[in-house]
C-alpha cells in the first residue's frame, strides 16, 4: 500500500504562464511508481491543510526524479497556490502512488500505442509514452492532443524535439484559440474538437499501422465522453482502451442498497468505532459525521487516501480509480464510494 513522506523542491520549471513542473528531492527516499500514477500533495494555506492529486508527469526508469506539473484551475485553492507560490515551497508532504491508469506490467504487446490528451491531461501520458518508448523502442506512438494555444500546449517543445529524433512517433495538435497562419507546421489543426474530427483523426491514425491500437485517454470529462463514444463507433474494444478523467463526477449508487441503516464496526489505529450508516450513506460520510478524523481527500474515488481493508461483511464500491486489482483482490475498498450491504461489515485502516 501507498506511503507517506515528506520531500522537497529540487527544481521549478515554469511550462506555460499558468503551468508549473515541480521535480522533487526525495532525499534519498526508496520511491517506487508506474508511468500513469498520481500523489495527493497536502500543503498548509490559509492557516490550513489542503490535500489534492496530482499524476507525476515524470518517467520511472527514465527521470532520476518523480514529479508532477501543475496547471491553475479558476477558483482551485491547491492549483493557484502552488503555480503562484512553487519557488517559495520548500517541502512538500507526499502520500501514494495511488492509480490503476497504468500499462500492463508486459510492454512488448503495445505494438501501437494511441493517446489522446485534452490540456493538462497530458501530464500523465507524457510519463506513459516515455516509458513505452523506453522499454518498446519499436512501438509506434501517436498523441492527438487538444489544447487552446500554442503557448498553452503544456510541453510543446519537448514533445515537438521528441517526436523529431523518433521516426516512430506521431503528434498531432488540435487547438480551439490558435489563429492559423501559413508558417503553421502540418501537425497543427485549427479548431475545437467535436466527435466528428475525432472519428476522422482516428480512423486516420489506426489506418496508418496494420498492428492492433492501445489506447489511452487523460483529460476533461466532457472531451473523454466524446473520446469513448467515438472509439465505441468505430469499433474499438473495450479491452484496448483506458482512460482517466481530471474531472470525475460522482453518481448515485448503481444496485439496490438496504432500505434501512447498516452497523460498520471501523478499526483506526487503536481505537474501535460502532458506526451507523445511513441508507444511500456512504462509510466515510457516517465517520465524518460522527466526528473521526479519516484520511480523504477527493471523495470521488480518484485520490485513494480513504483506502481501507473489508475483514468482513459486504459493500458496495460505487467507483474506483486508484485501486489496482492487487489491492482488491487484498479486500481493500474506498470508504467514499462503499455502501455497507449489510450489518457484519467490518473495516481497519492500516497506517
Same mark, same amino acid.
Given at each position: +500500500?501507498?506511503?507517506?513522506?515528506?520531500?522537497?523542491?529540487?527544481?521549478?520549471?515554469?511550462?506555460?504562464?499558468?503551468?508549473?513542473?515541480?521535480?522533487?528531492?526525495?532525499?534519498?527516499?526508496?520511491?517506487?511508481?508506474?508511468?500513469?500514477?498520481?500523489?495527493?500533495? %497536502?500543503?498548509?494555506?490559509?492557516?490550513?491543510?489542503?490535500?489534492?492529486?496530482?499524476?507525476?508527469?515524470?518517467?520511472?526508469? %527514465?527521470?532520476?526524479?518523480?514529479?508532477?506539473?501543475?496547471?491553475?484551475?479558476?477558483?482551485?485553492? +491547491?492549483?493557484?497556490?502552488?503555480?503562484?507560490? #512553487?519557488?517559495?515551497?520548500?517541502?512538500?508532504?507526499?502520500?501514494?502512488?495511488?492509480?490503476?491508469?497504468?500499462?500492463?506490467?508486459?510492454?512488448?504487446?503495445?505494438?501501437?500505442?494511441?493517446?489522446?490528451?485534452?490540456?493538462?491531461?497530458?501530464?500523465?501520458?507524457?510519463?506513459?509514452?516515455?516509458?513505452?518508448?523506453?522499454?518498446?523502442?519499436?512501438?509506434?506512438?501517436?498523441?492527438?492532443?487538444?489544447?487552446?494555444?500554442?503557448?498553452?500546449?503544456?510541453?510543446?517543445?519537448?514533445?515537438?524535439?521528441?517526436?523529431?529524433?523518433?521516426?516512430?512517433?506521431?503528434?498531432?495538435?488540435?487547438?480551439?484559440?490558435?489563429? #492559423?497562419?501559413?508558417?503553421?507546421?502540418?501537425?497543427?489543426?485549427?479548431?475545437?474538437?467535436?466527435?466528428?474530427?475525432?472519428?476522422?483523426?482516428?480512423?486516420?491514425?489506426?489506418?496508418?499501422?496494420?498492428?492492433?491500437?492501445?489506447?489511452?485517454?487523460?483529460?476533461?470529462?466532457?472531451? +473523454?465522453?466524446?473520446?469513448?463514444?467515438?472509439?465505441?463507433?468505430?469499433?474499438?474494444?473495450?479491452?484496448?482502451?483506458?482512460?482517466?478523467?481530471?474531472?470525475?463526477?460522482? %453518481?448515485?449508487?448503481?444496485? #439496490?442498497?438496504?432500505?434501512?441503516?447498516?452497523?460498520?464496526?471501523?478499526?483506526?489505529?487503536?481505537?474501535?468505532?460502532?458506526?451507523?450508516?445511513?441508507?444511500?450513506?456512504?462509510?466515510?460520510?457516517?465517520?465524518?459525521?460522527?466526528?473521526?478524523?479519516?484520511?480523504?481527500?477527493?471523495?470521488?474515488?480518484?485520490?485513494?487516501?480513504?483506502?481501507?481493508?473489508?475483514?468482513?461483511?459486504?459493500?458496495?464500491?460505487?467507483?474506483?480509480?486508484?485501486?489496482?486489482?492487487?489491492?482488491?483482490?487484498?479486500?481493500?475498498?474506498?470508504?467514499?464510494?462503499?455502501?455497507?450491504?449489510?450489518?457484519?461489515?467490518?473495516?481497519?485502516?492500516?497506517?
Amino acid at each position: +500500500m501507498p506511503l507517506s513522506y515528506t520531500w522537497y523542491t529540487q527544481q521549478v520549471i515554469r511550462e506555460t504562464t499558468d503551468t508549473v513542473t515541480i521535480i522533487f528531492d526525495t532525499r534519498g527516499e526508496d520511491f517506487q511508481y508506474l508511468a500513469g500514477q498520481f500523489i495527493n500533495l %497536502t500543503l498548509r494555506i490559509d492557516g490550513r491543510p489542503v490535500t489534492r492529486s496530482y499524476s507525476l508527469s515524470s518517467a520511472p526508469g %527514465t527521470d532520476s526524479a518523480p514529479a508532477i506539473t501543475v496547471k491553475k484551475v479558476t477558483g482551485g485553492v +491547491m492549483s493557484s497556490y502552488i503555480t503562484e507560490n #512553487a519557488e517559495a515551497i520548500h517541502s512538500w508532504d507526499v502520500d501514494g502512488p495511488y492509480g490503476a491508469f497504468t500499462l500492463d506490467d508486459d510492454t512488448s504487446g503495445y505494438h501501437h500505442l494511441v493517446l489522446l490528451a485534452g490540456g493538462s491531461g497530458i501530464t500523465p501520458l507524457f510519463s506513459i509514452a516515455r516509458t513505452v518508448a523506453r522499454q518498446q523502442p519499436d512501438t509506434r506512438i501517436t498523441l492527438l492532443y487538444a489544447s487552446r494555444s500554442v503557448p498553452e500546449t503544456i510541453f510543446k517543445e519537448a514533445l515537438d524535439n521528441w517526436e523529431a529524433q523518433h521516426n516512430n512517433i506521431r503528434i498531432q495538435y488540435v487547438l480551439s484559440k490558435h489563429t #492559423a497562419t501559413a508558417d503553421d507546421p502540418a501537425n497543427i489543426m485549427t479548431g475545437r474538437l467535436n466527435r466528428i474530427i475525432i472519428k476522422k483523426l482516428i480512423k486516420q491514425t489506426i489506418s496508418e499501422s496494420t498492428a492492433p491500437a492501445h489506447f489511452f485517454l487523460c483529460g476533461p470529462a466532457d472531451l +473523454m465522453k466524446m473520446h469513448q463514444e467515438s472509439l465505441t463507433a468505430l469499433g474499438i474494444p473495450d479491452t484496448h482502451v483506458r482512460h482517466e478523467s481530471f474531472a470525475v463526477e460522482t %453518481t448515485a449508487p448503481t444496485i #439496490a442498497l438496504p432500505d434501512n441503516s447498516q452497523e460498520v464496526l471501523l478499526h483506526y489505529y487503536e481505537q474501535s468505532n460502532l458506526l451507523e450508516v445511513l441508507p444511500g450513506q456512504t462509510i466515510l460520510a457516517a465517520a465524518l459525521e460522527e466526528r473521526i478524523p479519516l484520511p480523504h481527500s477527493c471523495q470521488s474515488g480518484t485520490c485513494g487516501r480513504c483506502a481501507a481493508r473489508l475483514t468482513q461483511g459486504a459493500v458496495h464500491m460505487q467507483q474506483n480509480y486508484a485501486l489496482r486489482k492487487e489491492d482488491i483482490d487484498a479486500g481493500y475498498v474506498l470508504l467514499c464510494q462503499s455502501f455497507p450491504l449489510n450489518n457484519e461489515v467490518t473495516v481497519t485502516i492500516e497506517e
